[in-house]
Each structure stands twice: as structure tokens, then as C-alpha cells.
């Protein structure tokens, strides 16, 4: 019954309200608000659109957004609850209501770290987001994303693969799935991890969902990584909340050849941003502490010879290149370096990229 309140009162007032600080200090949530709905005005913190909504809106007006609502599972917590999470509390446009599936409590944890990026990232960004997702994960920090194509989901997939805790705010209702090539993923993301959105179900479809989410995974994160951003980024409305917000801004740089990294770079030449290339530089800004006690020396597993051609073929990649590029770099003939490039593939010294470009990873 509760999160029918908590429906209402999300319908009612709106997604990224400028007044959403000020009722979140009220102290008084959304069941009372119902039953004062005739009179919000007298409290002189809500808007005139609310105080209609409000009047003209009863329970009975939502019961079919919380019959969707049960129907997948989807649960929700208000600004008044006790397990409301504190990091998303401190920002004037609080969120009033939050739906949710998975462990709520990953947002307690000691270490977050926001990672974004460009939705069409290269060879190179792909390595960059994995490695440091990755160190980060590892460490215990929590990786928190928007689950987007391109850096985004590869950043949640890097931290599940290294056996750590990730978080997705979604630009749309929990019931929908953005990009639809996420549809397995995010139901495990909300099976064994956190999703959450500020959207309820039926929620119309607006591009703005997407930048207002973004000023959530800023307020949740720690520090915010940009892995690879051009100039005019959606990512870098992300990093604009996190330098409201006052959380530290990290950037992997790039080639300053590279549109890909113009945004990224241009973060560094203004001094908003740090630059990293490890996700460990990140968790020791915030105050991790690398444990040395008891660790054993890895022993030095020697790599195998490679063949003149094989070395030619690997000395040729230089960041991320795809096969034509490859093939006139070395001058040998094509059916000899796609065969191997799949030799050096299985053996680990390269990987082929989800953008189909080549890159060492020795």
C-alpha cells in the first residue's frame, strides 16, 4: 500500500523538480501529503501545477501504474524513508520517489565511482573503460553507470566480470529496456545488482529523462570518471552535476588528434578533471588504502616466442586499428594477417574490440 502513495505522490509532482530539496527537508512524506492534497498550498513549498495535480488526483487515478508496478517486482522508496539513500539526498533537485530492483544498500557502500563516456566509443576507449572499471571493482568500489550503449555498459560489464557490485540509473521505467540489447543484462543487473529509476511505469518518453538521470549518477558516485568523451558529450552534463555537486572529475586522456577525445581533453586543459589512466589512482583519491600484508608475489609466467611475421603483424597496432589499416601497415598479404590476428587473438596478445578494431593487450 505504501508505494501506492509513493506512485501518487511521484505523479503528481514531477521528475527533477526544482522544489524537490526543500520538500525533502519537510519532514513529512507522501501519505501525509495525500491527505492534506485539497491544501498543499498553505505549505508554501509546492507549485501551483502540484497543488492542482494534487487536488484533482486520487489513489484510485494510479492503481493501474501500481498494478504494473507489482506485477514486475519493481519497488520504490520516498525521501522520508529511512533507507532512502543519503547520497542522493544532498542535491537541490532531490529525487522525491526512486523505483528500484535489486540490493538498495550498494548505495551505502563506502567507495562509488560514477564512469561515462561516449555511447560510440573506439577500440581504445572500450580497453580504457574495461581496465579501470575493472581495478576499480576489484578494489571493493561500486561502479555506477547509466547502462547506455557504448562506455556505460561496458563499464557495468567490467565490473560484474570482475566478481564486483555495480549500479544502473535508467533514463527510462523500470519496465523498459534502453538500449533492447540490454534485455538480459539488466534483468541480471536487477536480479543480482541495483537499478533504479526515478520513472514510474507509463511514464512518457522524453530525450530530457536521460540529462535529468545524469544529474543521479553524479549525486551517487564518489568521483566521476569520463573515459572517452567528444567535445559536445551528453556525458559532460554528467560532469557539469558532479562540479555542482563538489565530487572530484577524472579523465583518461587521448591523442589530441582524436575527436574522440576532445571533450576528454578539453576537461584537462580547463582543470576541472584529473587525469587517470587507473581505476586504483581513483579509489586512493578517495581514501582507499592498498592492502600489502600477506600479498604473494605472482610468479612470472613467460610468454612465448613470436615468429617474425607474427611480430610484424603485432608491431604494425598502434592503438586501436582495424584490419585494412593493419594489412598496409605491415605490407604483408591480407589472408596472412587476418590468420594471424586470429592466432595472436586466441593467444591473448590482442583483442578484437566490440567496434571491430584490433588492440595489444601486451
Not at 66 to 82: A, C, L, P
Not at 250 to 269: D, E, H
Amino acid at each position: 500500500m505504501k508505494q501506492l502513495y509513493d506512485i501518487w505522490f511521484a505523479h503528481i509532482m514531477g521528475v527533477n523538480c526544482s522544489n524537490g530539496g526543500r520538500i525533502a527537508q519537510s519532514g513529512f512524506g507522501p501519505r501525509f501529503y495525500y491527505n492534506c492534497r485539497d491544501s498543499l498550498k498553505q505549505f508554501n513549498i509546492f507549485t501551483e501545477r502540484q497543488t492542482e495535480a494534487a487536488a484533482t488526483t486520487s489513489l484510485e487515478d494510479v492503481e493501474d501504474i501500481y498494478r504494473i508496478h507489482t506485477e514486475n517486482s519493481i519497488k520504490s522508496v520516498n525521501y522520508n524513508d529511512g533507507d532512502f539513500p543519503e547520497r542522493l539526498k544532498s542535491i537541490p533537485h532531490t529525487p522525491l520517489v526512486i523505483f528500484y530492483k535489486g540490493d538498495l544498500n550498494l548505495l551505502k557502500s563506502e567507495y562509488t565511482v560514477g564512469i561515462v563516456g561516449s555511447r560510440r566509443c573506439n577500440g581504445e576507449g572500450e580497453q580504457a573503460c574495461n581496465m579501470i572499471a575493472e581495478d576499480i571493482a576489484q578494489l571493493g568500489g561500486v561502479v555506477v553507470s547509466g547502462l547506455a550503449q557504448g562506455i556505460d555498459t561496458i563499464a557495468h560489464k567490467a565490473a560484474v566480470n570482475a566478481g564486483g557490485r555495480t549500479v544502473a540509473f535508467l533514463g527510462t521505467p523500470l519496465n523498459e529496456y534502453f538500449p533492447k540489447t540490454n534485455i538480459k543484462f539488466q534483468d541480471k543487473l536487477c536480479a543480482e545488482h541495483l537499478v533504479i529509476s526515478e520513472y514510474y511505469c507509463t511514464y512518457p518518453y522524453y530525450s530530457a529523462n536521460f540529462i535529468a538521470r545524469n544529474r543521479l549518477i553524479a549525486a551517487a558516485s564518489d568521483a566521476l570518471c569520463v573515459v572517452q568523451a567528444k567535445e559536445r558529450s551528453g556525458s559532460l552534463a554528467t560532469v557539469n552535476r558532479a562540479v555542482e555537486y563538489d565530487k572530484p572529475v577524472f579523465t583518461v586522456p587521448g591523442s589530441i588528434f582524436s575527436p574522440a577525445y576532445s571533450g576528454s581533453n578539453k576537461l584537462l586543459v580547463d582543470g576541472i578533471a584529473k587525469a587517470v589512466t587507473k581505476g586504483s589512482q581513483i579509489m586512493e583519491y578517495l581514501g582507499y588504502t592498498p592492502q600489502t600484508e600477506g600479498v604473494q608475489e605472482q610468479p612470472i609466467v613467460e610468454t612465448p616466442a613470436l615468429d617474425e611475421i607474427s611480430l610484424a603483424v603485432l608491431n604494425a597496432i598502434d592503438g586501436q586499428m582495424n584490419t585494412n589499416t593493419i594489412i598496409r601497415t605491415c605490407g604483408l598479404k591480407a589472408a596472412i594477417v587476418k590468420a594471424t590476428l586470429t592466432a595472436l587473438e586466441m593467444d591473448g596478445w590482442i583483442k578484437h574490440t566490440d567496434s571491430g578494431e584490433y588492440i595489444r593487450t601486451k
